[in-house]
């Protein structure tokens, strides 16, 4: 603007040749503008658009990681199932081994004094033959037993085993997801400075509110295609002034119009933010029905809650998403955590309540002291 005042001067005082020279000067300066506000704008744009993919691979990695947590967790129960079973045959066999030892043992002594029986009495042969073929049959059985104890054994050691290694290697690919998201989100950080940088430009600053607006203007149409969808009713409007926070935060802005103290720009809050931990819980703060659960440009991770009444609670830039569209909520149910998807400023959580498709002032309904707690 300075530069544009300088060549406006000399317009008043000099011959016309010197005011279109002066004019061309304005119009080569303004085009130059206009060419650095373009080169800025397309310049955030790529950056926003990098950090979305990285977003999206980030959650594909999530993805990815909790199956593998969930396999690791499965195989785990199995190798202690396996170790259960193992210590039961080795117990059975140890006591087989035992019974047949003092079996053998017996077999020994009764051999002995058989003898003598023998001597002493002409019917004893006979019996005792009788008794050494049974005893014979049941030692092998005994022995058949074990046999079989010994080779189940095995067999549960060698399934032990390839368990095991079943496990190593999924220890290992669960290491190597871990560590392609740490670059991911390393990534993202950088990208984040470079963003940050950028923002401190005047034409960026004003490019990053056209495109919240535009975002904004994109959630106000989604909001009235699903109050014509909205027929239930409810008695949500009764608990206004004492539903609970849906988070333990600070709220860091309030609901409202502001005023950019160094652009002059207005924009219009329409929510309130909460200055969270990443991966803290975020609660329903009344009953209802996820109607949108889904990445929202210029939001990241939304999650729509219709309450009834056309009464409707935004959650947005959600880490994680734990309730999908048309799932039913309670009153404090965990639907997600903080994180920053979508975010500009780190993790927190940016939260709307609706009546109709007008945003009112979340914390004329939110009694501040009180926050959601439980599993």
Known sequence: ??????????????????????????????????????????????????????????????????????????????????????????????????????????????????????????????????????????????????????????????????????????????????????????????????????????EKHLAVIAELDAAAQQLERKMQSLETSSVKQSEFALFQGKLCLPVSGRIEEKFGEKIDPNFKTKTMQKGIDLRAKKGDRVRAIYGGQVVYADWFRGYGNLIIIDHGSNYYSLYAHLNRMDKAAGQSVKKGEAIGTVGDTGSLKGPYLYFELRHHSEAVNPEQWLNTGCVYTGK
């Open 1 to 202: 603007m300075a530069s544009l005042l300088i060549f406006f001067t000399p317009l008043w005082s000099g011959r016309p040749a010197d005011v279109n020279e002066e004019l061309g000067k304005i119009k080569a300066e303004i085009e130059k503008e206009r060419k650095q506000l373009e080169l800025k704008e397309a310049e955030q744009g790529k950056i926003l658009a990098q950090m979305e993919l990285l977003e999206k691979q980030i959650r594909f990695f999530n993805d990815q990681i909790r199956g593998l947590e969930r396999k690791r967790s499965e195989l785990f129960k199995n190798i202690r199932g396996l170790e259960g079973e193992l210590k039961k045959i080795a117990s059975d066999l140890a006591e087989r081994k035992e019974l047949l030892g003092e079996r053998l043992s017996a077999r020994y002594k009764m051999g002995e004094v058989g003898t003598l029986q023998v001597l002493f009495s002409s019917d004893s042969i006979s019996n005792l033959v009788l008794l050494d073929e049974y005893l014979g049959r049941v030692y092998a059985q005994d022995q058949e037993l074990i046999l079989e104890y010994e080779a189940d054994l095995k067999q549960l050691e060698e399934k032990k085993a390839e368990l095991e290694e079943q496990q190593v290697k999924l220890e290992a690919n669960l290491g190597g997801q871990r560590w392609a998201r740490a670059q991911v989100e390393s990534e993202k950080g950088e990208q984040r400075k470079i963003l940050e940088g950028v923002q401190k430009e005047a």
